[in-house]
């Protein structure tokens, strides 16, 4: 005799199919969402940098255990892996620069000092110490967009955030132009990143 249940028959596969997209559309939309948000994260002072880094890690982690273990699609988590990791870098570093030059409050500026410092690592790193024409002296560095073009003494812009949290990103004019490929990366990874969980989770075996 045929068992009933949710587990058998048309019943149970009209049960079973809303919670398996209810938890595929759960899943696609919380990794790369939780990859983006910790990337922005990151840009924040104050030790905010490993805060950061920390939900992106732990978004790539998650995202391939799911896809992998859970609906075990292997190829799905190796790519969701990588993406996410990506979109992590990709998004902090745009959403910064876009969030400021959009909304931001620009200022003229003159950069006092510009040089770099090599770290225990051996890595570069360079800095910009900046003021303002309101008197606000500050030091910027690669994450400000201060990356060795700016010489001591040139004029340049600053676009501070008008809520005090993130440091200024400093530009050689007023142009509140963003990077569209930056954009479209970030834009892009977070798309494959939910499109191929929407696959795994959809097709999962």
Not at 145 to 169: E, I, M, S, Y
Not at 171 to 179: C, I, M, N, Q, S
Request: charge should be positive; include cysteine.
């Amino acid at each position: 005799m045929q068992k009933s249940g949710i587990a058998g028959g048309p019943e149970g596969v009209v049960a079973v199919r809303p919670r398996r997209t209810a938890n595929t559309l759960f899943w696609a939309a919380l990794i790369p969402t939780a990859a983006t948000v910790g990337g922005f994260v990151s840009q924040y002072p104050y030790g905010m940098l490993w805060v950061g880094v920390l939900i992106v890690l732990a978004a790539a982690a998650a995202g391939p255990i799911v896809a992998g273990s859970a609906w075990k699609r292997a190829g799905a988590a190796t790519l969701v892996g990588f993406a996410v990791f990506a979109l992590g870098l990709f998004a902090g570093s745009n959403l910064n620069e876009t969030y400021l030059k959009q909304f931001g409050e620009s200022t003229a500026a003159v950069v006092v000092e510009a040089g770099q410092r090599v770290n225990g690592k051996g890595d570069v790193r360079h800095f910009c110490r900046v003021l303002d024409d309101a008197g606000s002296r500050a030091e910027l560095g690669d994450i400000q967009n201060c990356h060795g073009q700016f010489a001591t003494g040139r004029r340049v812009v600053l676009f501070k955030d008008r809520l005090g949290g993130l440091d200024p990103w400093v530009e050689a004019a007023g142009d509140r132009a963003v990077d569209p490929v930056g954009l479209g990366a970030t834009a892009g990874l977070y798309v494959l990143t939910a499109a191929t969980l929407l696959y795994a989770g959809l097709r999962r075996r």
